[in-house]
């Protein structure tokens, strides 16, 4: 867990609300990671190049807590590729990583959902059948999903 403790101290969000809602979330996170692959582990990354996607960074608090676990696992690199980035969370997310590529970096920042036409959520399904045909592309052996 990375907490943002300034965030949490003004809101008033209590240590028992925190508590909450990590059992919920590590509930779905286990969910996910037996839709996704079938088990649940992290795949081993260890001297290897992590390359962390996502449809956009708005504050870079999510991206910025994978980062922080993956340096635990000693990667050869880490990479953020995202098609959109508000500038503050670039600013803030650069010295952390190998290598940063954002294509839309607006002075503007409002959400990430702004530079899209859909932004509609990305069901399991699709997930799972987009892993299925990254799997099969992949050499035989090197699967880290």
């Given at each position: ?31 996910r ?14 001297e ?7 449809d956009?960074i ?46 839309i ?6 959400a990430v ?8 959520q ?13 799997a ?10």
């Open positions: 867990q990375v907490m943002n403790d300034s965030v949490v101290r003004a809101l008033g969000v209590s240590r028992d609300a925190i508590e909450q809602t990590a059992t919920t979330q590590l509930k779905e996170l286990h969910r990671e037996h839709a996704y692959r079938g088990h649940e582990g992290t795949p081993e990354i260890e290897m190049i992590v390359i962390l996607v996502d956009g708005a504050t870079g608090s999510t991206i910025r807590a994978a980062v922080q676990a993956l340096r635990q696992q000693a990667p050869k690199q880490i990479i953020i590729a995202v098609p959109t980035a508000s500038s503050d969370a670039r600013a803030m997310l650069e010295p952390m990583v190998d290598d940063f590529i954002a294509l970096v607006p002075e503007e920042f409002r959902g702004q530079w899209y036409e859909n932004f509609d990305t069901t399991d399904a699709e997930v799972t059948r987009l892993l299925a045909l990254a099969a592309a992949e050499p035989a052996g090197k699967s880290g999903a």
